[in-house]
């Protein structure tokens, strides 16, 4: 199981994303310090939980193969643009940014074998973006009252399966 692994591949579907009314998106997993970050919308990624469970029999043990286990990574992304109040489009640029979003999870190039870039243990992610929940928060002004904040919170599972 490799939390990064899955981890960077999902950085990769998001750092760069394109959306209509914005630069192309900076995706992190390790948040910037507050202020920093650019123009660009920023999505930072996390996985709070995982969920393990054993896909088959027998269990690995000296001599004979493993068996398989799947491992459910809960990832939560937290996007965050901020610009002009007085955009005419503030009425669909956030979401089309959502929308972008979603259609890259869902269009990953699934199942993928993944790599931890420190152990070199490798697994296979059968799928990420097949359940997606969006929450946004309410549209705030920022200290400089001539733009505002939009952040959403989006949630999905991806699907891991390794040897143990």
């Known amino acids: 199981m490799s939390i990064v692994a899955v ?49 088959n029999n027998p269990r690995a043990s000296v001599g004979v193969g493993s068996g398989k286990k799947t491992v459910t990574h809960t990832l939560t992304m937290h996007a965050l643009a901020i610009w002009d109040n007085t955009d ?18 869902r ?17 296979q992610l059968l799928s990420i973006g097949e359940t997606i929940q969006v929450e946004t928060d309410i549209v705030r002004a920022v200290s400089d009252q001539r733009l505002f904040r939009w952040l959403a919170l989006i949630k999905t599972d991806a699907v891991e399966v390794i040897n143990a």
């Open 7 to 55: 981890q960077a591949f999902t950085k990769g579907l998001l750092d760069g994303l394109a959306s209509p009314y914005f630069e192309p998106a900076q995706a992190w997993i390790t948040p910037l310090p507050i202020g920093e970050g650019g123009p660009a919308p920023q999505i930072y990624l996390w996985t709070p939980g995982i969920d393990e469970k054993r896909l």
């Open 107 to 123: 269009g990953a190039n699934v199942p993928a074998v993944i790599t931890d870039p420190k152990t070199g243990v490798s697994s």
């Open 88 to 105: 005419p489009q503030n009425d669909v640029r956030f979401q089309s940014l959502l929308d972008a979003i979603g259609a890259a999870l």
